[in-house]
């Protein structure tokens, strides 16, 4: 079975640029999730969906941050305009349910930002 | 919001056992208690879930006292391997509760 597919793995750009990440997560998992590590830190959780609604989002970033899970299956990301601080790995994961549940993380994108 | 804390850092040699003990104070009714384990340049990888007392699976045990508001992962006989960074997360997100993890322990492993 696949795991949660990540793209792209690395992404470098200048500030004020927008960059995108997209994930896919497993097959048949309902619950996608977005975190954000920062270097030496623990993920921190950006935006979590239960199929296509983003059932928590207050730790996201809204004014240069934007997600979306449109047909309840992959995801994205997107960064606009990106800032200096927001050089850090992006983390997807995904799980079956609520209850209890084990989440699969994704290899990460990790994104510099010059 | 259901806040942990780990110790930043555990030393260990091969074929010991470590205990990394993770204190959420105001877990909530609904909360799990979930390790995860994480390699550089990986995603973190789920260890063991647990509610209370014990749980048990091939590579970890998870202990919970009575009150839940520890807990600690214990590693039996070690290897080189398992050196990484170890994250307690508790909740499950219902009920407005977060999704947090910790600090993380890094475990290093010497020969």
């Known amino acids: 079975e696949a795991g949660v597919v990540q793209s792209p793995r690395y992404k470098i750009i200048e500030k004020k640029q927008p960059v995108a990440f997209w994930c896919n997560p497993i097959?048949?998992?309902?619950?996608l999730y977005w975190y954000r590590q920062n270097l030496g830190q623990g993920p921190e959780l950006l935006i979590r969906?239960?199929?296509?609604?983003?059932?928590?989002d207050s730790q996201l970033p809204k004014d240069r941050f934007s997600a979306e899970r449109l047909k309840g299956v992959d995801s994205t990301l997107k960064i606009q305009p990106a800032e200096l601080g927001d050089s850090a790995v992006y983390l997807c994961?995904?799980?079956?349910?609520?209850?209890?549940?084990?989440?699969?993380f994704g290899p990460g994108t990790r994104l510099t930002v010059l | 919001l259901a806040k942990t804390t780990q110790p930043i850092s555990m030393d260990s040699y091969e074929g010991q056992e470590v205990n990394i003990t993770c204190s959420h104070n105001?877990?909530?009714?609904?909360?799990?208690i979930t390790w995860y384990q994480q390699f550089p340049s990986q995603g973190p990888r789920f260890i063991i879930q647990?509610?209370?007392t014990k749980v048990t699976n091939e590579v970890a045990s998870l202990f919970i006292p009575a009150d839940r508001k520890s807990s600690t992962l214990s590693l039996p006989r070690v290897s080189l391997s398992d050196t990484a960074v170890y994250y307690c997360?508790?909740?499950?997100?219902?009920?407005?509760?977060?999704?947090?993890f910790g600090g993380g322990t890094r475990v290093l492993v010497k020969p």
């Open positions: 997360l508790v909740g499950v997100g219902a009920a407005g509760n977060k999704l947090t």
């Open positions: 647990g509610y209370k």
């Open positions: 969906y239960e199929n296509e609604e983003a059932v928590d």
């Open positions: 994961a995904s799980s079956h349910s609520l209850e209890g549940n084990e989440q699969f």
């Open positions: 097959s048949g998992h309902n619950t």
């Open positions: 105001n877990i909530a009714t609904n909360d799990y």
